[in-house]
Nanobody, 126 residues
Framework: QVQLVESGGGSVQAGGSLRLSCAFSIYTFSTFHMAWFRQAPGDEREGVAAIHRNGTIVYADSVRGRFTASQDNAKNTLYLQMNSLKLEDTAIYTC????????????????????WGRGTQVTVSS
């Protein structure tokens, strides 16, 4: 059974940093495309960062230059380093995994991803 478990969320002041982790239980972690999404209260879920199985990483415009996504295949863990946090970064952050065998990649399309974690809350205050 595939499981994704996020950790590392919490409360931080604006300008601060957090690092989120997503532990991924799968026998071949490196064959999946991975992504981070977030959903703020009252808003739709949006893609934040996505990693193609070949290592290509894309970011949403709102976080580019502040957030860094990475993964450690040996540890089956996905990370999201978040720096210079802003009030508008407050949301529930969720990791997702999609089929790496397909030729097309839709990094921020929710329906592309088959497996989702439960999310971790990030709250940024002034």
């Amino acid at each position: 059974q595939v499981q994704l478990v996020e950790s590392g969320g919490g409360s931080v002041q604006a300008g601060g940093s957090l690092r989120l982790s997503c532990a991924f239980s799968i026998y071949t972690f490196s064959t999946f495309h991975m992504a981070w999404f977030r959903q703020a209260p009252g808003d739709e879920r949006e893609g934040v960062a996505a990693i193609h199985r070949n290592g290509t990483i894309v970011y949403a415009d709102s976080v580019r230059g502040r957030f860094t996504a990475s993964q450690d295949n040996a540890k089956n863990t996905l990370y999201l380093q978040m720096n210079s946090l802003k009030l508008e970064d407050t949301a529930i952050y969720t990791c997702a995994a999609g089929p790496g065998a397909v030729s097309d990649w839709w990094p921020f399309l929710e329906s592309f991803y088959d497996y989702w974690g439960r999310g971790t809350q990030v709250t940024v205050s002034s």
